[in-house]
């Protein structure tokens, strides 16, 4: 039933578009989520890109389940001290970019055949729940725009943001109170950021969630983190996506390993990830 649903973000693969389709059509996907194309963030892609990207997925049997935004990974503030985290290419913008970024995603969106897009919370403040009331604010608006246009925003759990952890983002996505803004749920990143992905995590997620990534993380005795294949770390992957599947969750898992092995690459960590899911899913 989960390999059914399961895709990958094609960059976790290869910086080749086209061989990243080909490994994913090879491995009995079914989907593909967008990030970065061919060296190049999805959001920057012309008209005519967009649908030559699309050609190409739909052509291998394939379909978009969703933009990997940048979207809101930016400072409410830049002159607060906050956190930074991976743009995946951007540059640093303020608020009012990002919303007009939103209106170029979503049109991007209906070019690829997509309805979702992934998004964030904003650059971490030293203390996020004193800027709750203007994180919801500029959230609620963003909702309020897909919605008008039919599009689904989802809200993912990354230590860098303010939504963080499981559950400031059920908190978020509780006071945004909107059909289009979901969570997606990434108990890789929970774990991660030394945080007790499942059943901790997930007990907050459960019911906001529309979307899955799929890896795991590792935090040594000294605090380092590290991404590591599925199964290897403190995730437990098993039970979760029992729980998972008892509770009725009915949609997609995109891999997202975040994991190279030494000597090898993007494409031989993230077929070990797959591997190992393929391993774990006969216990399910």
């Known amino acids: 039933m989960i390999l059914e649903r399961l895709g990958v973000l094609t960059d976790e693969v290869s910086a080749n578009f086209e061989e990243a389709l080909d490994w994913a059509v090879e491995q009995g996907l079914k989907h593909v989520e967008v990030r970065v194309i061919n060296r190049q963030n999805v959001i920057n892609l012309t008209d005519d890109q967009a649908m030559e990207v699309r050609r190409q997925v739909e052509t291998r049997g394939l379909f978009i389940s969703a933009i990997a935004s940048p979207l809101f990974k930016c ?3 830049p002159n607060r001290p906050i956190a930074a985290g991976d743009t995946f290419g951007q540059k640093e913008e303020s608020v009012e970019a990002h919303f007009v970024k939103l209106k170029r995603a979503i049109l991007l969106a209906k070019l690829l055949g997509t309805t979702r897009i992934r998004i964030f919370s904003f650059w971490r403040e030293e203390d996020p729940q004193l800027y709750k009331r203007e994180i919801v604010h500029h959230l609620r608006q963003a909702a309020q725009e897909a919605r008008r246009e039919g599009i689904q925003l989802l809200l993912e759990n ?8 499981a559950e400031e983002v059920a908190a978020i996505v509780h006071s945004v109170d909107s059909t289009a803004l979901k969570g997606l749920w990434d108990p890789g990143n929970e774990a991660y950021g030394g945080r007790e992905a499942f059943p ?3 007990g907050f997620m459960k019911g906001l969630l529309a979307h899955v990534h799929l890896k795991d993380a590792y935090v040594s005795a000294d605090g380092t983190a590290r991404c590591v294949p599925l199964g290897s770390g403190s995730v437990p992957v098993i039970p979760h996506l029992k729980a998972l599947l008892a ?5 997609l898992f995109t891999i997202e390993t975040h994991y190279i092995p030494e000597g090898g690459s993007q494409m031989t960590g993230t077929r070990m990830t797959l591997d190992a899911l393929r391993s774990l899913l006969s216990e399910v």
Do not use: H, K, Q, V
Request: hydrophobic share 15%.
């Open 200 to 202: 901790a995590g997930y």
């Open 158 to 165: 990354e230590p860098s943001c303010n939504g963080g952890y």
């Open 75 to 77: 400072a409410l503030d």
């Open 247 to 251: 509770d009725g969750y009915d949609g």
